[in-house]
C-alpha cells in the first residue's frame, strides 16, 4: 500500500474541503436557538440557556476551549473526561518536541541523504531502469533515504533517545498532575458523595434469604464495632426491573397519546379522536383499545404488581452481594483495600462504584465463575483478534450476487437493473467486513461486560484494552507487515525476532498511506464531530415526526458521552503510529500534532458544552492510557532496532538500553503513581467535606430506582442517586436522569 | 552423559554402603548423653532433656516423625518448618499417585515397545553394526523403546493427564490445608504476639530528627484516631551496633579469661598464671596486658559509650521509617493493607516483620531506591544466572600448575613431588567452579538483602526463586540440552519452539544419568542430614580446644534452622526432575519417591528434635513452593508436546489443553488462595487471645538488644521480643538468644 505523493495531495485537499464544509455548516446551526440542545446541551439542562448568538464569533468555541483550565474542565465535565483529553494534550506534547528536533534537524539529514538518486545513478541501474527504485517527495525525507553503514545514522539514534526522553518527561508530569487532580476531587468536595461511605461485598457464603440479612449484619458489626452503620442485602433485580420497565412503557405510551388528543383537541374540540391501538403483536392484530383508558388501567395493575414483586425480591431474592455503610469513610476506604474473611476468597470487599455505575446483573457471580467467565471472554477475544478474517471470509464468499439471486429469487428483478447490480457487486464482499467493524466494539464490550465485572466504567476499561490489542494486530501491524493477524501470530511463535526485522524493513514504506489516514481522521472525524450534523439531523426527525412530550424531546437530543471504550484505542492507534514513524519517517509528526491539536480542541468543547457523563470513576482510565503509550514507545523501539540492524548501523547497540529503559519505566510509575488511581488514601478520605450524606441518603442511593417505593418516588424529584459525585454544579446532568426523565 | 547400568548399580550401591555406615554412626552416637545437645537440641534448650537410652530403639526417631501430626509440627517447630516438610510430602503424594498408572500399566507397555530390538534388527542395520542402537534396560523401560507413530503412545498421553489431574489434587489440598493451618496459628493463639500489633511504615516525608517522632504521631493520631497507641521511629543503628558488639565481644573475652584462670586455679593455686594477651593487632604485637582486668577496664569505658550512642541515635539519627502500634489487631492489620497518604508513595504500610526478623540496616531506603537497587540486583542475577560460566572459565585458564609455580616459586619443590603434583593437576580446573557453587547462595542471599528487603524471612523466600533459577537453568537444562545457559538463551531469543524440540530430543537420553543424581542426594544428603556428623565432629573439636564458658558451649551446639534459600530450591529440582521424566522414563519415580520419602523422615525428625527457626514467617514460604511445583508441571507439559512432536504421535494436538489448564490451575490458586499468605484478614486477627501484650511489652519487643538501656537489661532475663510468637512452648528457643545468651 504505497501512494503517490499527487494522490496524497488530492485526498488532503479533499479532506479539507470537506471540513470546511462541515465547520460552515456548524456556524449556520450553531447560531439557531432551536438547535441550541444540540449544541449547548449543558447550559440547557442547567437552565441557565444557549448563549446569545450575537455574542458568538465562529470561533468562540474554539477560545472557550482552550481557555478552560483541567480544574475547571474536570469541574464541569468530570475527572473521567478529563482524563480523556489529557490524552490529546500528552500527545502534542510528545509529538510537538518531538518536532523540534525530528524535523528541524533529522528532516534535512534525510533530504541530503540521496541515497535513492544515488543508487538509481549507478551504471548497473542506469543500464537496467528495471532496477530503479521508484521514490516519491515523501520517501526523500524518511530515513530510506540515508545509505547503510552511513554516519549519519547517528543523528536517528540520538534521535531515538530525544523522543523517549520526551516521552517519559510529559507522560511522567501528566500522570502526577492526574494522580493529583484525582485526591483533590475525591477528597476536598463540598458534598461527600454516598459511595465514599459504602462498600461492595461480594462472595458472602451461603445462608438462606431468610437469614442472609442479619448474617451480613452481624458479620460487619463484629469486624467494624462502632463503625458499621448498616448493609443492604442485594437481590435478583432482573424480574422487578421487567415489570419496571413494562410499567415505564406504558407511561410513556400514555403521556405520548395524551399529548397527541390534546393537540388533537387544540386543532379541533369537536372532530378531535381518542387515540387507539391495538393490543396484539407490534400493534398490528388483535382488539382496538382506547389507548388513554387502556394505560390507566395497566397502569393501576402493573403498580400493583410493581409493588408485590418488589417485596419478593426483597425478601426471597437476595443474592451473595451486598453494600455495606459505614460512618467514616476513613473507615470505609480502609475496609475495601482489607481481606476480611478467613477463607479470602469469600466476603471480598471493593471500593463500591457509583450508584448510576453498578452493573446489579452482575453482582452475585460467584469469584470462580467470574475466573471461568473471565478466562472464557480472554480465550474468546484472543480468538478475535486473530482469527476474526475466517468467518468473514467464509461469509464474503456467499454473499455474492448469484447467491443473493438464489435466496430471494422475488428481488430478481430488481438485482437485474445494471446499476443496482453494479454497486452490489462492488459492496457485497465487503459488507460482512463493514458489519464486523462496526459491531466489534459493542461485542467486545457486551463481552467485557459478561466477565461478570462489577460497573460500567470498568467494563468500558476492559473494552478499551481489547480493541486496542485488535487495532494493533489488525491495523497498524496488518497495514505494516501486510499480512493477517493470524500470519502474525504464526510468525511470532516460530521466530520471534524474525518479526522485529519484518517490521523493521516494512514500516518505512507504509509512511504514506499512514499519514493519508491520519488526516482522513484529523478532518473528517473532527468536522463531523464539531458540527454534530448527524446528532442534529436525527434531533430534527424525530422532532418532526415522533415527539410529542416534553420526555421525548430530552430523549431526542439526550448527548450521553464519550464512548471512551471504542474512542480511547482510536485515538492511541494514532499514538503507536507517530511513536513508530517519529524518527523513520518524522514528517508524520506535524499531521500527529494536527490530528491531537484538533482533536483536543473539538473534544474539549464537546466535553465542556455538550456532553453528559453516564457515570464518574474518577478519572481510572488514564493509567489504562498511560500504559499504552509507553506500550506504543515501547514496540517502536523495538522496531528501530530492527531497523538500524537492516541500515546495517555498526553502532546499533547503543540502542539496547531504550527498551529497557521504557521497561523500568513503566515498573516505576507503576510503583508510585498507579495505587493512587486503584486505592483511596485514608488521609484522602478524610478530608473535610462540608456536607455528610445521613445513612438513609446512601441507602436511598443505592436503591436501583426499580426498588423504590411508590410513594416514595412521587415525594422526591430526583433520588440522591443520580448526583455525580465530584461536581456539585452538573448534579442534574446525567443521562440515566434524562433516560428516565 | 550417559551411564552404563553396570555403572548405575555400583554407583546405587556404593551409597547405600554409605548411608549404612552413616547410620550405624548415627544409632551409636545418638546413645551418648554427651552428644543429646546435638540429637536433640530442642529438648535440651526446653531443659526436659534428652530421653533415656534404654527407651530408644534404633527406629523410634522414625516412628516419631512419622507419628507427628501436621499441627504438631507446626507447634513444636513452627508453621516455616511445616510448610518445608509440606514440599516432601505433597511430591511423595504427586509421585507416589503416578506410578499407580505410569509403573503399573505404562512401564510394561514400553518394555514390550521393542523398537530398540526392531530397529538393530533391519537388515540395514544388521549388515552395519556401526548404525546399531546401543541401549540398556535402563533404555528399554523407557518411552524411547516405543516405535515411531505407534498407537501404544495413547497410553503415554493418558499418562499426562494422569499426572497432571494427580498433581492438581494434591497441590489444591495440600494449599489449602496449609492456608487453614496458618489461619489457625495466627488466629488463635494462647498470648497474642507483638507483631501483631505494629504496623511497619516505611518512607515517611523529609523531616528533621527533632521534629520527626511528632510528626509520625501526629499523621497517625489524625488518621486512626481511638486505635492508634503510640509510634517508634527508627534510626540507623550502625554506629550503637558497633560499639555494643564491641562490648559484648570484651564480655565474652572476660569470661573466658576467668574460666581459664579459675581452671588453671583449680588445679594448682600458687602455680595459676592470670591470662594475659597483647592488644596490638590480632593480639600479636603491642603491650602485654593482664586481660582480666583489661577486659574489666574496658567494659565499663563502652558502658558509658554504648548509652551516649544509644541517646545521639534515638535524638539524631532518625530515619524515613517507623514502627507504629495499634490497641487493636483488626485495626493493625486493616492498616497495614491500606494506603494511608495521599501521595501513596509516602507513609507506606506494611504488616511488621517479627522483632527477631526485621533486618534493621534496610529500613530507611526511599521507596525508589529499592526500586533501583532492584532493578539492579535482578539485572545481576541475569548475569549470573547465565554468564557464571565466563569468569569460571577464564579464572580456571589461570590457576594451572604452571602459572601456580611462577607466582609461588618458593613452593616449586612442593609441586614438583609427583602425588601431589598429579592432584593438583586434576583439581585446580575445578577449583573456581566448586569454590562459586559453594558460595552461590551466599551471594545471592546477600543480593537479596541488598535490594532493600525488609525482614530476613522475605530476603530468604527472594534468595530460593533465585537459587531455583540458577539450578533450572545450569543443572536441569544444562545436563539435558548439555549446553550452557548462554547458549539456551541465544536459542530462546532466535527460535523458541526450537528449544522445545531439543529439550523433547535431549530428555530420554539424560534419565539414568538424573536417577544416579536422585540416589546420590537420596543416600548421602539424607545419611549426612540424619547422622549429624559434620555438627557432632565440629562441636567435639570446640569442646576440647575452645569451648571454656557454658556460653561458648551453647554456641558449639547451636542448631540454627533449616537454610530455606539453598535448601528449598534443591528440593525443587527434584521436582522438576520427576514431573519432567514421569511419563518419558517413568522408572524415575520410584527414586522420587525414595529420595522425598527418606528425606521427609530426616528432615522431619531434624524439625521436631534439632532445628530451632531463626524466625517464624507464618509458613510464607508456601505459595513460593506451590508455584514451582505447577512451574514444573508446565515446563514437563510443554517437554512432552515436543517429544510426542518428535515421536510424529498424530494426536499430539490432544496434549495442548495441559500447558493451557495448569496456566488456569495457577491463576485460580493464585486469586483464591496466595491472598491468605500475604495479608492477615480482619476475622484471624479478631479471633479470641487470652493474653494481650500492653504497649510497654510491644515497644520492648520491637527495640533492637543493642537499644535496650543497661539497667533494663540486667532486669529482664529474656525480652520478650525474641518470644516466638505462634507457639509458646518453645518461647525460649530462638537461635537469636542463642546467639546472644
Known amino acids: 500500500m504505497t501512494t503517490s505523493t499527487s494522490a496524497f495531495l488530492t485526498s488532503l485537499f479533499t479532506n479539507i474541503v470537506i471540513?470546511?464544509?462541515?465547520?460552515?455548516?456548524?456556524?449556520?446551526?450553531?447560531?439557531?436557538?432551536?438547535?441550541?440542545?444540540?449544541?449547548?446541551?449543558?447550559?440547557?439542562?442547567?437552565?441557565?440557556?444557549?448563549?446569545?448568538?450575537?455574542?458568538?464569533?465562529?470561533?468562540?468555541?474554539?477560545?472557550?476551549?482552550?481557555?478552560?483550565?483541567?480544574?475547571?474542565?474536570?469541574?464541569?465535565?468530570?475527572?473521567?473526561?478529563?482524563?480523556?483529553?489529557?490524552?490529546?494534550?500528552?500527545?502534542?506534547?510528545?509529538?510537538?518536541?518531538?518536532?523540534?528536533?525530528?524535523?528541524?534537524?533529522?528532516?534535512?539529514?534525510?533530504?541530503?541523504?540521496?541515497?535513492?538518486?544515488?543508487?538509481?545513478?549507478?551504471?548497473?541501474?542506469?543500464?537496467?531502469?528495471?532496477?530503479?527504485?521508484?521514490?516519491t517527495g515523501f520517501d526523500?525525507?524518511?530515513?530510506?533515504?540515508?545509505?547503510?553503514?552511513?554516519?549519519?545514522?547517528?543523528?536517528?539514534?540520538?534521535?531515538?533517545?530525544?523522543?523517549?526522553?520526551?516521552?517519559?518527561?510529559?507522560?511522567?508530569?501528566?500522570?502526577?498532575?492526574?494522580?493529583?487532580?484525582?485526591?483533590?476531587?475525591?477528597?476536598?468536595?463540598?458534598?461527600?458523595?454516598?459511595?465514599?461511605?459504602?462498600?461492595?461485598?461480594?462472595?458472602?457464603?451461603?445462608?438462606?434469604?431468610?437469614?442472609?440479612?442479619?448474617?451480613?449484619?452481624?458479620?460487619?458489626r463484629r469486624l467494624h464495632p462502632g463503625t458499621f452503620e448498616s448493609a443492604t442485602v442485594i437481590s435478583k433485580y432482573a424480574k422487578v426491573e421487567k415489570v419496571y420497565q413494562e410499567k415505564e412503557k406504558i407511561r410513556k405510551k400514555l403521556a405520548h397519546a395524551e399529548a397527541v388528543y390534546a393537540e388533537a383537541q387544540r386543532k379541533d374540540v369537536e372532530k378531535a379522536k381518542r387515540p387507539q391501538h391495538k393490543v396484539g403483536f407490534l400493534g398490528l392484530v388483535g382488539n382496538k383499545v382506547d389507548t388513554i383508558d387502556w394505560c390507566r388501567d395497566q397502569l393501576a395493575?402493573?403498580?400493583?404488581?410493581?409493588?408485590?414483586?418488589?417485596?419478593?425480591?426483597?425478601?426471597?431474592?437476595?443474592?451473595?452481594?451486598?453494600?455495606?455503610?459505614?460512618?467514616?469513610?476513613?473507615?470505609?476506604?480502609m475496609a475495601a483495600q482489607s481481606v476480611h474473611a478467613k477463607k479470602a476468597e469469600t466476603w471480598q470487599t471493593q471500593v463500591a462504584p457509583e450508584p448510576r455505575d453498578v452493573i446489579w446483573a452482575n453482582l452475585g457471580i460467584p469469584w470462580w465463575e467470574k475466573f471461568v467467565r473471565q478466562s472464557a471472554v480472554y480465550g474468546i477475544t484472543f480468538l478475535i483478534v486473530f482469527f476474526f478474517m475466517i468467518p468473514i471470509t467464509i461469509v464474503s464468499g456467499f454473499s455474492t450476487l448469484d447467491n443473493l439471486k438464489k435466496f430471494a429469487p422475488f428481488l430478481k428483478s430488481v438485482f437485474n437493473i445494471s446499476a443496482i447490480s453494479a454497486i452490489l457487486q462492488a459492496f457485497l464482499p465487503q459488507l460482512a467486513l463493514i458489519i464486523f467493524l462496526a459491531i466489534l466494539p459493542k461485542l467486545l464490550l457486551f463481552l467485557t461486560v459478561k466477565e461478570g465485572i462489577a460497573s460500567i466504567a470498568h467494563a468500558n476499561r476492559g473494552?478499551?484494552?481489547?480493541?486496542?490489542?485488535?487495532?494493533?494486530?489488525?491495523?497498524?501491524?496488518?497495514?505494516?507487515?501486510?499480512?493477517?493477524?493470524?500470519?502474525?501470530?504464526k510468525q511470532m511463535t516460530k521466530n520471534p525476532s524474525g518479526i522485529v526485522d519484518l517490521l523493521g524493513s516494512s514500516i518505512p514504506q507504509q509512511a504514506t498511506f499512514f499519514i493519508t489516514f491520519i488526516a482522513l481522521?484529523?478532518?473528517?472525524?473532527?468536522?463531523?464531530a464539531l458540527s454534530q450534523v448527524v446528532r442534529a439531523l436525527i434531533y430534527l426527525v424525530k422532532l418532526k415526526f415522533l415527539v410529542k412530550t416534553e420526555e421525548e424531546k430530552l430523549a431526542a437530543w439526550a448527548?450521553?458521552?464519550?464512548?471512551?471504550?471504542?474512542?480511547?484505542?482510536?485515538?492511541?492507534?494514532?499514538?503507536?503510529?507517530?511513536?513508530?514513524?517519529?524518527?523513520?519517517?518524522?514528517?508524520i509528526l506535524p499531521f500527529c500534532v494536527l490530528y491531537f491539536g484538533l482533536s483536543y480542541v473539538v473534544k474539549k468543547n464537546l466535553a465542556l458544552e455538550v456532553m453528559v457523563p453516564d457515570y464518574e470513576s474518577g478519572g481510572r482510565m488514564y493509567p489504562h492510557i498511560h500504559k499504552r503509550f509507553l506500550a506504543s514507545l515501547f514496540v517502536s523501539q523495538i522496531t528501530l532496532l530492527g531497523y538500524f540492524g537492516i541500515m546495517q548501523f555498526t553502532a546499533t547497540p547503543v540502542l539496547i538500553p531504550l527498551p529497557i529503559l521504557t521497561a523500568v519505566f513503566h515498573l516505576y510509575t507503576k510503583?508510585?503513581?498507579?495505587?493512587?488511581?486503584?486505592?483511596?488514601?485514608?488521609?484522602v478520605a478524610l478530608q473535610d467535606v462540608k456536607e455528610e450524606p445521613s445513612v438513609a441518603e446512601v441507602t436511598a442511593a443505592y436503591t436501583p430506582e426499580y426498588m423504590v417505593n411508590e410513594s416514595v418516588e412521587t415525594d422526591i424529584e430526583a433520588p440522591p442517586s443520580k448526583a455525580p459525585e465530584i461536581y456539585r454544579d452538573s448534579e442534574p446532568l446525567t443521562s440515566n436522569s434524562l433516560k428516565s426523565a
Not at 481522521?521 to 463531523?528: A, D, P
Open 19 to 135: 471540513f470546511a464544509v462541515l465547520f460552515v455548516v456548524f456556524l449556520v446551526l450553531v447560531k439557531r436557538a432551536s438547535l441550541a440542545v444540540i449544541y449547548y446541551s449543558k447550559r440547557v439542562l442547567q437552565g441557565s440557556g444557549a448563549p446569545d448568538p450575537k455574542s458568538v464569533g465562529p470561533f468562540t468555541w474554539l477560545r472557550d476551549a482552550i481557555r478552560a483550565s483541567d480544574t475547571e474542565l474536570a469541574e464541569r465535565a468530570g475527572l473521567d473526561a478529563l482524563v480523556y483529553i489529557t490524552l490529546f494534550k500528552t500527545a502534542i506534547q510528545i509529538f510537538g518536541v518531538s518536532m523540534l528536533y525530528c524535523i528541524i534537524i533529522e528532516l534535512p539529514v534525510n533530504v541530503t541523504g540521496g541515497y535513492y538518486e544515488d543508487f538509481n545513478s549507478t551504471p548497473d541501474v542506469v543500464a537496467d531502469p528495471n532496477k530503479q527504485i521508484q521514490f
Open 140 to 220: 526523500k525525507m524518511s530515513m530510506g533515504n540515508i545509505s547503510k553503514k552511513s554516519a549519519r545514522l547517528w543523528c536517528h539514534a540520538f534521535a531515538c533517545y530525544f523522543v523517549a526522553i520526551t516521552a517519559y518527561y510529559f507522560l511522567w508530569t501528566n500522570y502526577k498532575k492526574m494522580s493529583d487532580l484525582r485526591a483533590l476531587f475525591l477528597g476536598g468536595v463540598t458534598r461527600a458523595a454516598p459511595r465514599q461511605y459504602a462498600v461492595l461485598v461480594t462472595d458472602i457464603p451461603e445462608a438462606d434469604a431468610k437469614t442472609r440479612h442479619s448474617q451480613v449484619d452481624s458479620f460487619f
Open 301 to 333: 395493575a402493573l403498580g400493583a404488581k410493581l409493588a408485590d414483586e418488589q417485596a419478593a425480591t426483597t425478601n426471597d431474592r437476595t443474592i451473595n452481594s451486598a453494600m455495606v455503610y459505614f460512618n467514616s469513610r476513613a473507615v470505609a476506604t
Open 463 to 489: 473494552t478499551a484494552g481489547k480493541y486496542y490489542y485488535f487495532m494493533v494486530f489488525n491495523v497498524f501491524l496488518g497495514v505494516t507487515v501486510a499480512g493477517s493477524a493470524l500470519g502474525q501470530l
Open 521 to 528: 481522521k484529523t478532518f473528517i472525524g473532527n468536522g463531523l
Open 559 to 587: 448527548p450521553g458521552q464519550f464512548n471512551y471504550g471504542a474512542n480511547v484505542p482510536n485515538d492511541l492507534l494514532m499514538v503507536i503510529l507517530g511513536m513508530c514513524y517519529a524518527v523513520i519517517a518524522p514528517i
Open 671 to 683: 510503583k508510585s503513581l498507579e495505587t493512587r488511581f486503584s486505592s483511596t488514601a485514608i488521609e
